[in-house]
């Protein structure tokens, strides 16, 4: 939520910032504001709506000077107004700053200012702390920061800009990614990776409370207290064309077809495939580890979330082990007391959400082993989780995600089988049938990605649904809830997803005449199950689209259009499935004219609760 970026050093920093807010995009767009020191002032330039309107006014009134910071803004306190974006500033014109997250007890705090005769101009907890950091400010911007740093409570990273200093930027977090890295020509901040990539790709992730001082010449570290520290740096290999949409006209598409690489990739980091074996890194524990472990529970949030329900599936039917999938925000406060012999899976993208990270110091401070799946190196789960196992998709920009889910299944599928293998729940041979499979998984899907014109004409049919059911059982049935986010999050369809089986308890009234439902069934001894679930809502006048693994000629009988997977195994069909349905609600949106990696009211990465 929010993306913050900055740079002081030798070139104009307004060109920079806006490059990085550009890259930013995707964690909020209510509003968009830059901060620069001019020279003499430092001139504030801010927009409600996209970045593009504050293009506009920077074309207008341009803005020189060699640093600055830039926001663009997920709105949390106070509507997405002009007043309410950032960089906001104290009374007394001592600094501005842009900031990500929440300030908790802002309310005390802003009571406690304005009986001090502080007058405020905007609805935000961020101006709440500008005005405490100009109240405490007494010429040492250090000083200040440690001194507001003990009185505000929630989740912050703050870039700021001291009037008297106007060449150093002040940054500081908590809870809430920051990244320091330098270039060649000056010092960066951002608050994820890809904004900064064309400068440096040796980067410092900021820990908690910690300050970060950057000149145009170097960045130095301070703790809570202000006490200087060392801090190393971490290196990202990450192609840099792999954060620019190119040729495609939506991230969304670049990333789906990015699916087969990202896919292989990742594979290949788990997988010998000469053989073919898992590597031992696969399941990083030994065997007497395994033999202890008496119980996983798998933590997400939306899409991670899902992945994690497929996961129960992988590691239930491989591994033989007892595993639930949680929501993070609920599990954080459902008063859950951990087991002996537990072990706590962590599936997060971006490795900084809010509620995931809590689950995983829950565990940690039980005592809890901690596993994460994570995306991103250097990030806040993946730090503190005992063991990571990385996914290996790139950058993800786009706001839904498609590539993540796909590499975080692939993962927690190869994560089961080393388990079953290592606890003797699987033998050797079936491993190396599974993952024999694997070898030609990119081509399957590739095939799927060519031929997508056929979904685009059956979104450009279908594109004013009102309600979309996608239904399945078992694996099928996580499946569909993937697939039924998707299509919400970008088209703002009302989609839903239910078991197969359930629809008959009470599901199926919502059925009318036109209604689609979209049948999965990549699980053939299922298929017949399901496929009389479609019979029954189709005799009530559903519109019904079934995919199926492999030809199945019973089901066409039932639907209006099937589309069809090359025939593979059940277990590993999923990383192919799942691919026409992201395309079927990319071009679903498209078809609406939504702002396909911008969908209203989202952001990408959700670091405050
Ligand atoms: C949906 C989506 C979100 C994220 C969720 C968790 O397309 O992207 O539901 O999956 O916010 O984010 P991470 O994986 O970064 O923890």
Redesign the pocket.
Known sequence: MCGIVGYTGINNATPILLEGLDTLAYRGYDSAGIAVWDGENIVMKKEKGQLSNLKAILEREPVTGCCGIGHTRWATHGEPSYINSHPHGDAKKQLVLVHNGIIENYVRIKSMLMDRGCVFVSDTDTEVVAQLLGDVYNGDPIKAIVEAMKLIEGSFALAILFRDDPHRIYCVCKDSPMVVGFGRDGAHIASDIPAMLSYTRDVTFMGDKQIAVLSPDGIAFYNEFGTPIDKGCSHIDWDLDAAKKGSYEHFMMKEICEEPVAFRKTAEQYVSFREPRLKADCFPWDADNCAELKRIRII?????YHAGLLGKKYFTELAKIPVEAEIASEFRYSGYTFEEGEALLL????G??AD?IAALRMAKQAGVRTIAVCNVIGSTIAREADEVLFTYAGPEIA???TK?YLTQITVLFLAALRLGEIRGTISGERVKALLSELTSIPEHMQKLIDDREAIQYFASREFSAKHVFFIGRGIDNALSMEAA??LK?VSYIHSDAYAAGELKHGTIALIEEGTLVVGLITQRHLASKTASNLEEVRVRGATVLALTNGSMPDIAGHCNKVWELDEMNELTAPFCAIIPMQLFAYYMAVQKGCNVDKPRNLA???TVE
């Open positions: 997400g949030c939306g899409t991670a599936v997060s993208q971006s900084e959400t995931t706001v839904a995600a993540s986010l998707k999050e990408k990465s959700v």
